[in-house]
């Protein structure tokens, strides 16, 4: 833990996160990446790729997964609920008031056009981040392959992801587990 910054506060943990809440609306996950990793240094790159994985198993969105562990971390319920708390305001707020204006102005070609534009953005956002997440598994290469696996049962072959997941979870821990002996 020598790399890591000293730990959060409880009002350091709702004020990061409510940073990534209000600049990172629609995909937040890069914005917490870089913010808990990065910049405050709260983990390093191979604890938030394990934390991300173990919250990806847990019902709810990844990232407020992420968030509500990485508060309980240090400061148990308090933390948990100040990091949630500050991720999900200005997200919350800023979608009824876009909400609303987008309900007046939806059929302009212009506004459509701005969101086509707006997908392709977040598209390319997910996929960078994606690479930064897995950069930690680079050395390791049965993860790799069950990374690969993974992804070509879920994209490649499409099979369902409530079905999928639940196996090839069970089957990489137990090859990880053979392996580790």
């Known amino acids: 833990m020598s790399d890591h910054a000293k730990p959060p506060t409880i009002a350091d943990l709702f004020l990061g996160f409510f940073t ?7 995909g937040v996950l ?9 910049q405050r240094r709260w983990l390093s790159a191979a604890e938030f790729t394990d934390m991300l994985g173990l919250c990806q198993f847990l019902p ?6 992420v968030t509500i562990a990485l508060g309980a971390r240090f400061h148990g319920v308090p933390g948990a609920a100040a ?35 707006l997908a392709a953005a977040a598209a390319a956002l997910v996929l960078s981040t994606a690479l930064k997440i897995a950069a930690p598994l680079r050395t390791r290469p049965l993860e790799v392959a069950v990374g ?15 079905l999928a997941l639940p196996v090839l979870a069970a089957i990489s821990t137990i090859l990880l587990w053979r392996v580790g002996q």
Do not use: Q
């Not at 500050?86 to 969101?115: K, N």
């Open 148 to 162: 690969v696996v993974t992804f070509l049962a879920i994209a490649v072959l499409r099979l369902p992801l409530p």
């Open 30 to 38: 890069p914005w917490a990446r870089r913010m808990i990793v990065e």
């Open 60 to 65: 709810g969105g990844n990232i407020m997964n």
């Open 83 to 117: 990091a949630f708390l500050g991720l999900m305001t200005a997200p919350v707020a800023i979608v009824i008031g876009l909400g609303a204006v987008y309900e007046r102005y939806a059929d302009l070609a212009t506004v459509r056009h701005g969101f086509a534009a």
């Open 20 to 26: 990534i809440g209000m600049f990172g609306f629609g």
